[in-house]
């Protein structure tokens, strides 16, 4: 009885798992096609571009040349960081100075009345900037000379924040290759939501309006949050105005990462999307291979068929599948990748089981609790 119990629990979860899978997989790729026929934005207002600067991760010269060669008619760059001196503020500064033409200035932004470290780093140069139009930028991320126009024209009718997917570039050890899975894993569900008509505020690339910001309470608006971007998303909604993503993706740079990097990382995040994700975060499981192998391998004697044979054809089907997919989309593929897969798989799962027994994060050197804010003023390494 109780075997049959657990095979149809393990169908059901099956059936709902390949059919979310399936629509990701056809949502993904279809997303810049829907999002192009999208209303359009025609004009290009001038724009104050944002790159926080805090450590020199993988690829930051490329990264931040990137934002010197953006074919936009008029725009200006604000290079801001907590601290005045670093490693990363050199190299920023050796690129500014490659492109005398271009209008940069450095901002030393040392706030601290918002949770989250990356908001306090852009409090200074949004109070600076001489434009209504702001475009925010991490400095791990990589732009396509049109991104900004790109951002620009999908600024359109009701919209009052524009992001893009971030797809993983550039993985330079096995553990970042277990980063490039995640983060492609994650593109593939972002792009079927932005298919579907919906966004989220994903931080590492925004276009939205000062005025818009200043109207929803300004940067105290959203400061109780470390998920600065869906606070912000969520206040803008609340003017009746909608996010949606770019039809183009940015990518990442990945670089070499240790295990214990991507783990910490997954870790963070998935304690921040417990934290305001609440009804969405025991979901998400449904949305990976390992729990729906699982499922598979329950419900294969519904059909006659041994556990081990359901769990394999699942969980290769799935891979097969997804690196179809990455190959399709240009995004990393290598003989690495099904281990890489495997690895994702049990990485991503046990980092959400351990966020839901804790609401600590560290991050940017301070220790923060998830629902509150600073958990101590204790420092530790990020």
């Excluded at 059936?15 to 899978?21: C, E, R």
């Excluded at 040392?110 to 949004?126: D, I, R, Y």
Aim: hydrophobic share 50%.
């Amino acid at each position: 009885m109780w075997g049959q119990i657990f095979s149809v629990a393990g169908a059901v979860w099956w059936v709902i798992a390949i059919a979310l899978f399936g629509l990701s997989l056809g949502g993904a790729l279809l997303q810049p096609v829907v999002q192009r026929r999208r209303p359009k934005r025609l004009d290009r207002p001038a724009i104050s571009a944002i790159v926080p600067v805090k450590c020199l991760d993988p690829g930051f010269k490329t990264t931040q040349t990137s934002i010197f060669l953006q074919d936009y008619p008029d725009y200006e760059i604000l290079v801001s960081a907590a601290e005045r001196q670093s490693p990363a503020l050199d190299v920023a500064r050796e690129v500014a100075a490659a492109f005398p033409a271009r209008v940069c200035r450095f901002l030393c932004s040392e706030g601290n009345g918002a949770v989250s470290p990356k908001l306090n780093t852009l409090a200074a140069p949004l109070a600076a900037a001489r434009n209504d139009f702001v475009f925010t930028k991490d400095s791990n991320i990589t732009l396509a000379p049109d991104a900004m126009a790109v951002f620009m024209q999908n600024f359109a009718g009701n919209v009052g924040l524009v992001v893009a997917v971030p797809v993983a570039v550039r993985p330079e050890t096995f553990a970042g290759r277990i980063e490039a899975c995640l983060i492609n894993g994650h593109a593939r569900l972002l792009l079927t939501a932005s298919a579907l008509g919906l966004g989220f505020g994903v931080g590492k690339t925004m276009l939205f309006r000062r005025s818009d910001l200043a109207a929803a309470g300004g940067v105290e608006a959203i400061s109780h949050s470390l998920a600065e971007d869906t606070a912000l998303s969520q206040s803008l909604a609340a003017q009746g105005l909608k996010t949606v993503f770019a039809h183009r993706t940015v990518g990442q740079e990945i670089g070499a990462r240790t295990l214990r990097e991507i783990y910490d990382r997954q870790v963070r995040w998935s304690v921040i999307r417990r934290a305001n994700e609440r009804f969405t975060y025991p979901l998400e499981p449904l949305s990976s291979a390992l729990p729906a192998a699982f499922a598979g391998a329950l419900a294969a004697p519904l059909a006659g068929a041994p556990g081990i044979s359901g769990f394999l054809f699942t969980f290769t089907g799935w891979f097969f599948a997804e690196t179809t997919l990455a190959y399709c989309k240009g995004w990393d593929v290598s003989l690495l990748s099904p281990l890489a897969f495997v690895a994702r798989e049990i990485l991503s799962l046990a980092a959400w089981l351990r966020a839901w027994t804790t609401y600590d994060v560290v991050w940017a050197q301070g220790r923060f609790d998830a629902r509150k804010g600073v958990r101590a003023a204790s420092r530790t390494q990020a």
